[in-house]
């Protein structure tokens, strides 16, 4: 039973994956209206019967995100009765339920009434959160396994406020970048890294200052990944998860400041922009699992003092 849970987890955690590479494909091939104005079905028909390139990116979003819901909804119920003693199973369960209906109000809402590009923007990182709640979830149910004693784990402050502050901040950057895709302004500054040669690079309209808006805070959660990358290495050697979720971490960043600018070299290719969109992901969910294990860490260190005092 717990291996066939685990491998239904890893499923899901795919699902998951699809449903956001999906939503990117939707906003970068601009399908979004290719089933029309209604919803769930398109253009009101079970089987539509005008069939356009639009309306299959759109179908196919769609789908996979019923899907995802069906499967987490299982995997939730699932891994609550099998492993709910575990403190964090029945909070991601719940979590990753209200983030997936949340992103599929979201994206009815767009298809049927509109929404501005700002709310929009909001669509992707809604769907990161879900994504993050189902790999957590999926790696709680390997954990079982006790193969890393996360009891033992003793994070010091340092390093609890990098994992804190990465994250959130990350969010912020996830946003920019999906604002700028939503503005149209991807290819605002066709030059990288600065926006044009004219004006010492400086952006002059709108549309190029949303785009170096986020290339800026990209810049600064790449600096700051590589420093605490660095921290990593050099202080906590002795701690594994750390030291190589860390050196993960670099390489995926460096890897999604390589794509991002791809994106705009190659003017907007499919495949590089699924690419960037694949990458935060990963990086994000690596991100939520250090949030774990803060928040692990800060147990861990009152179970010890309350041990301390209570010998003394």
Known sequence: MQRALKWFAVLTTIIML????GGALVTKTESGAGCGDSWPLCHGELVPSNITFELLVELSH????GL???AVLILSIWSWRQIGHIRETKFLAVLSIFFLVMQALIGAAAVMWGQSDAVLALHFGISLISFASVLLLTLLIFEVDKRFDSKALII????KFHMVGIIVYSYVVVYTGAYVRHKGASLACPSWPICSRRAGGLPTTLHEWIQMGHRMAAGLIFIWIAYTAWRAIRYHKNQKVIYWGWIVAFILVCMQVTSGALVVLTGLNLFVSLAH?????CL??????????VSRSNLNSEIQSTSEQNFT
């Open 156 to 159: 010091d402050k340092t390093m």
């Open 18 to 21: 699809f449903v956001l590479i």
């Open 277 to 281: 969109a694949l990458i935060i992901s």
């Open 68 to 70: 995802a819901g069906i």
């Open 284 to 293: 994000f969910g690596l991100l939520s699992y250090f949030l774990l294990l």
């Open 62 to 65: 769609r789908i996979v995100s």
